[in-house]
Structures are given as C-alpha cells and as structure tokens.
C-alpha cells in the first residue's frame, strides 16, 4: 500500500464493509440481527487499523452504522464509494457540477458515470486505457483518449490515480474548466503552468465522503435510481486473502473483490 497518514503495519486494512449484528448495546439504537455498513473501526489495540474493516468482528458505536435493506446484500460494500462519487460531483459552491468526462473506467469511474447519469443532464465521456476495462457501460461511451477529439471539457474528473495525466486533461479544458483530482496519487502532482494559465483551469481535490453524501447515495439506491449492479468481481474466503489481494491489484480485469469471514464465527 502506498503511504497514507495514520498508516502503519501490522495494519487491518479496508473500510467497505457489510456485517450482521451480532450484539447490541441498549444505547445503540440498534438491534442483533440487523444487516449494517461498517465504515470502518478502531477496535484493534496496538495494530493499526487505519480504515480496519476487514475482520471477522469489529465493535464499534452504534450510530457509525448504516441500517441496509435485506435485497442489497453485499452490495452494501459500494456505498462508501458511491458516497466518494458523490462527494467528488458535489460542487463546493452548493449544486452539482457532473463530469463531461471520467478518466479511469474502474468501480469508482463507472459510479461516477451512473451518478452522472442520474444527477446530470448529458452522459459523459469515459476515457480507458485498457480495453479489458472498457465493458460495462450502460448509457455513456468509453474510448480511448486517442479516439475522443474534444478540447472543451468544462468538468473532467479524474480517478485513475496516474500522476502524469494533468497536462493532458488541462489541455483537453475548455476555458474556466475543471479538473477534478478523484484518484488517489502515491507520486507528486506537476503541471505545466502556461497552458493552464490560458485555459483559466481550475484544480480541485475531491474531499472524504461525508455523512450527507452516504445518505444521499442510500436514497438514490433504495429509489432505484442508482444501480450497484455488475461492480463485484470476486468473493473469497478471507483465508485466501493473499490470493485475492494479487488479483484484485494484478488483475485489470478485476473490478471489487469481496472477503468473506462468515467461515470465521
């Protein structure tokens, strides 16, 4: 994993989870039995835990979990991203500022697309370097960028986590347009300042989901809006862990991989 503030080894990594309550404290306005998102929990001691969510238990207050519909199952998992899509669409000045154009063609990328979809009022663009990727699409077209001769962009929102991309997208920006940085960076961002500076770009990361952008996407799920269908990949027993780690980061064609520690109570 690259370096991320709070992190350290040993270390219980992920925060997208789903469990069944198995126990329930009288101020928790919970109940056992009732399937919750987990959005992570610091119950480890000594072992960093980061966002720790992969477990086979985890205890944490009651009001961090999120109540979920029996039919959605373990699909509860994309909600911590859906909500991230959500944020990154969210303009700062109120209102929603939906991408014209999506870089990356991964989990985070196609929610981005069907949010789009849904809150905007023309389908993106979704560019994909691999073409293993490229499938999936419902409504909205993937291509290369070598095939997509457009140069005004006014919002382009990038996941694709590549560090060397921002003088391509700042030159594909119509005047006063955004690049939106949704991906996660382990190297150093640089641009050329120029083209920017006649394009009037604007640069804007996109923040942490909040409480509002979780509940915002569970609206739209349960209201049928928003699909969470086709973005799980994989599920394996979490004593395959090692296997399903090489997969889910050596393998393109692997979307979401599910750990499951249901063998493990």
């Known amino acids: 994993m690259p370096p991320f503030p ?4 040993p270390l219980v990594p992920g925060y997208e989870s789903v469990g069944r309550i198995i126990s329930a404290g009288p101020q ?13 929990a610091r119950c480890y001691g000594h072992v960093h835990g980061l966002f720790g969510g992969a477990a ?3 205890v944490l207050p009651g009001k961090r979990t999120l109540p979920l519909d029996e039919s959605l199952g373990e699909r509860g998992v994309l909600l911590a991203l859906a909500a991230t899509a959500y944020n990154a669409i969210r303009a700062p000045e109120g209102g929603f500022r939906s991408p014209e154009l999506i870089v990356g063609h991964g989990v985070l990328g196609r929610l981005l697309a069907r949010l789009a979809l849904v809150l905007g009022d023309v389908p993106p663009v979704v560019w994909e370097i691999d073409p293993r990727r490229r499938s999936g699409n419902a409504g909205y077209e993937v291509k290369s960028s070598a095939e997509d001769p457009r140069f005004d ?3 382009i929102h990038d996941v694709s986590g590549s560090a060397g991309l921002l003088d391509t997208l700042i030159a594909r920006l119509a005047p006063g347009g ?7 960076y382990s190297q150093p961002l640089q641009f050329a300042f120029p083209p920017a500076f006649m394009r009037r770009a604007r640069l804007r990361v996109a923040a942490e989901w909040q409480q ?9 799920v349960e209201s049928g809006s928003l699909s969470l269908d086709g973005l799980i990949t994989e599920c394996r027993d979490a004593d395959k862990a090692q296997e399903a ?8 064609a692997s979307l979401k991989t599910i750990l499951d520690w249901r063998a493990f109570h």
């Open 212 to 220: 509002e952008d979780l509940a915002a996407v569970c609206r739209l």
């Open 178 to 184: 955004e690049v939106v940085l949704a991906g996660f």
């Open 6 to 9: 709070g992190m350290g080894y």
């Open 153 to 155: 962009y006014s919002a």
């Open 28 to 40: 928790s306005q919970r109940r056992a039995g009732q399937l919750v998102f987990v959005p992570g």
């Open 56 to 58: 086979s238990r985890v």
């Open 245 to 252: 780690y090489e997969n889910a980061f050596g393998n393109p």
